[in-house]
């Protein structure tokens, strides 16, 4: 049976059997032409309900891995996939997929000491510094996301984060040097805004966030590559058809 992360916080279980799925297509277990097992047999070896898996078919065949086929399952399309074939469109791709305009304003980016999370997210050590990077996402120039993430110093790298333009797509430049994401690792929950994310989004009173923690890996690093601390205000992004939490104050 596969392993899966029921803790609080972790990725949805239709995700990670979405993101498993992947790799053992990508490994040769399923090959391109093959059906996969059984919703049945799925559920069997993820230890979730059918539910979950059919969540999980559901999202591969939106992304144009599988295929279903009435009475026989789902059938496997591709097999050059990238074990990041899971994660969600980035923010831009998500907003214009519902019909709206997205863009993004760099609010700051410069070298810092790390501290706390950061340390322990990108592997570092004591005195180690980071590139600590801030950005506002828009809906329609309404503000829906404040992105605060760190990246390792890396020789022919670091000045590319430092110089990001508003509006310019960090993982594209990022392509251009070579870095290849590949993975992520993403734990999410809503919360109060602090002053800084609620200045940021334009929130007043009590509204939550949802705050979105997560670790991105890279192709050929042993290290995570990115670690971002992203709010979301969730008065814009639910509306949108995205992301919807309504929580009392």
């Known amino acids: 049976m596969?392993?899966?992360?029921?803790?609080?916080?972790?990725l949805p279980l239709y995700s990670q059997v979405a993101y498993g799925l992947c790799r053992r297509i990508k490994d040769g277990e399923f090959t391109v032409g093959s059906f996969l097992p059984s919703q049945s047999d799925l559920s069997s070896y993820y230890g979730v309900s059918r539910i979950t898996i059919i969540n999980a078919i559901r999202f591969l065949t939106e992304k144009g891995?599988?295929?279903?086929?009435?009475?026989?399952?789902s059938l496997v399309l591709k097999s050059e996939i990238g074990v990041d074939s899971y994660v969600e469109e980035g923010f831009s791709m998500q907003v214009q997929k519902h019909g709206f305009s997205a863009s993004t304003k760099v609010v700051s980016a410069k070298i810092v000491k790390a501290s706390g999370d950061v340390l322990s997210s990108l592997m570092l050590k004591d005195g180690d510094s980071v590139i600590e990077l801030?950005?506002?996402?828009?809906?329609?120039?309404?503000?829906?996301?404040?992105?605060h993430t760190f990246y390792r110093i890396?020789?022919?790298?670091t000045e590319a984060i430092l110089t990001l333009k508003d509006?310019?797509?960090?993982?594209?430049?990022?392509?251009?040097k070579g870095v290849k994401m590949t993975k992520a690792e993403e734990k999410m929950w809503a919360e109060k805004a602090d002053d800084e994310s609620a200045s940021l989004l334009g929130m007043v009173g009590c509204s939550p966030v949802l705050s979105v923690h997560r670790r991105t890996f890279a192709e050929g690093y042993s290290f995570p590559f990115e670690y971002c601390n992203n709010s979301y205000n969730t008065?814009?992004?639910g509306p949108y058809g995205i992301v919807t939490i309504k929580l009392q104050p």
């Open 167 to 176: 509006n310019e797509s960090l993982y594209a430049l990022l392509s251009t």
């Open 235 to 237: 008065d814009v992004y």
């Open 2 to 10: 596969a392993e899966l992360d029921f803790s609080e916080g972790a």
């Open 65 to 73: 891995i599988l295929r279903s086929h009435q009475g026989k399952g």
């Open 134 to 147: 801030k950005r506002i996402r828009y809906i329609d120039s309404v503000p829906a996301c404040y992105e």
């Open 154 to 157: 890396i020789p022919g790298i």
